[in-house]
Each structure stands twice: as C-alpha cells, then as structure tokens.
T-cell receptor, first 112, second 114 residues
Framework: DQQVKQNSPSLSVQEGRISILNCDYTNSMFDYFLWYKKYPAEGPTFLISISSIKDKNEDGRFTVFLNKSAKHLSLHIVPSQPGDSAVYFCATPSSNTGKLIFGQGTTLQVKP | KAGVTQTPRYLIKTRGQQVTLSCSPISGHRSVSWYQQTPGQGLQFLFEYFSETQRNKGNFPGRFSGRQFSNSRSEMNVSTLELGDSALYLC?????????????FGSGTQLSVL
C-alpha cells in the first residue's frame, strides 16, 4: 500500500528559530510531493511542492527537501513566525487513483 | 474569484440519521473531491466527481455516497450515521483533477454524531 507518514504529531519552536517538519513515504510512483497548511476552522491551503527532478525547492521562508533514496522529505521554515502556527500536511498523488493522499499532519506551534 | 464554499459549517446528528453536505467549487473547476479529516488520521480520500460522474473512490463503506450536478456543484450523503462518522468533511476542487493537480479546499463541514 502506498503511504505517507508524518511521525511527529506536534512540534513547538521559538519565534525566529527554524522549524523542521518531516514526512516519510512508501511506493511513490509520481515522486511529486506537496505541503499544505491548515489553520483551525479553515480548509488546507497549498504551501509548496517538489518533484523528483529536484532535491530542493525554496519559496521565501519555506524550503522543501526531497531525499529519494531515503524516501523522506522535510519542510524547513526559517525564521519561524507565530503566524506559522498551524497543522502541516504532506501529500503525494496516489499511484492507483492519482488523487492526493495525505499524511496524518503535524501541528506546529511557534511561541513568541 | 470566490473560493470553494461548503455548507453547512456545523451539523449535529444522532446515530442512524442521514446527512447531506453541499459543496460549490471554484468557478471553472470541474473536479470535486471529498475528504474526511479525523484526529490522528489526516485527510482520507472519499471520492471524486468529474462531469457528473464518480471517477475515483476511496476505501469507505457504501453508506458514503455523492453526486455532482451539471454546474459542478457536489453533494455528499452519509446514511445510517455512526459515532465514528464524526469528523471534518472537506471538499476540494481543481480544474481537471488530473494526477497530483493542486487542490483548493473549502473550510469544511464539522459533523458531530451523538
């Protein structure tokens, strides 16, 4: 079965420091990954993506790294801000349906 | 451009009842997907509709069903509600729904089954 796993349910960091959120995957046919951010009472919104032709993609304070040999990706937020406090989901297209499958999510708290 | 709109925002039902949730996609988007979010389980794919046809389906029992209208609006129905159906139900739209296309989510309907 294809899976996307976020093994850390929560993460707490101090404002200005780096936040690192991790995601492991199995059997990805697409090697294309997305990160979504979700605030309470709102739907998830797209944050950043990466495809297998790259091992890094950067967008402002957000950088995603892809390690294909380890089947691992990570999202770095530098510097972290209190407004970054949210639930972060990694996702990848399902090999069967092409629809996005999501990890369990990591709740990030950035303390002022 | 208006975003994805889901109604109602909150619902409280009792076991055995049925419920219908509504989703209006972004104008021009023809693919509508439904996801269930529960604590610790992330977002689980329910089904996807495109051009009024169910195109993909996740691993949910037949009590979960849906439909899509000619204007791309979609409804999701859950019959014979169980306590475990309590969750946030999210609707997402995209232009074509093709492999890994970015999804735009609504704010969800929070369903509580008592």
């Amino acid at each position: 079965d294809q899976q996307v796993k976020q093994n850390s349910p929560s993460l707490s960091v101090q404002e200005g420091r780096i936040s690192i959120l991790n995601c492991d995957y199995t059997n990805s046919m697409f090697d294309y990954f997305l990160w979504y951010k979700k605030y309470p009472a709102e739907g998830p919104t797209f944050l950043i993506s990466i495809s297998s032709i790259k091992d890094k993609n950067e967008d402002g304070r957000f950088t995603v790294f892809l390690n294909k040999s380890a089947k691992h990706l990570s999202l770095h937020i530098v510097p972290s801000q209190p407004g970054d406090s949210a639930v972060y989901f990694c996702a990848t297209p399902s090999s069967n349906t092409g629809k996005l499958i999501f990890g369990q999510g990591t709740t990030l708290q950035v303390k002022p | 451009k208006a975003g994805v709109t889901q109604t109602p925002r909150y619902l409280i039902k009792t076991r055995g009842q049925q419920v219908t949730l509504s989703c209006s996609p972004i104008s021009g988007h023809r693919s509508v997907s439904w996801y269930q979010q529960t604590p610790g389980q992330g977002l689980q794919f329910l089904f996807e509709y495109f051009s009024e046809t169910q195109r993909n389906k996740g691993n949910f029992p037949g009590r979960f069903s849906g439909r899509q209208f000619s204007n791309s609006r979609s409804e999701m129905n859950v019959s014979t509600l169980e306590l475990g159906d309590s969750a946030l139900y999210l609707c997402a739209s995209s232009l074509t729904g093709q492999g890994g296309e970015k999804l735009f989510f609504g704010s969800g309907t929070q369903l509580s089954v008592l």
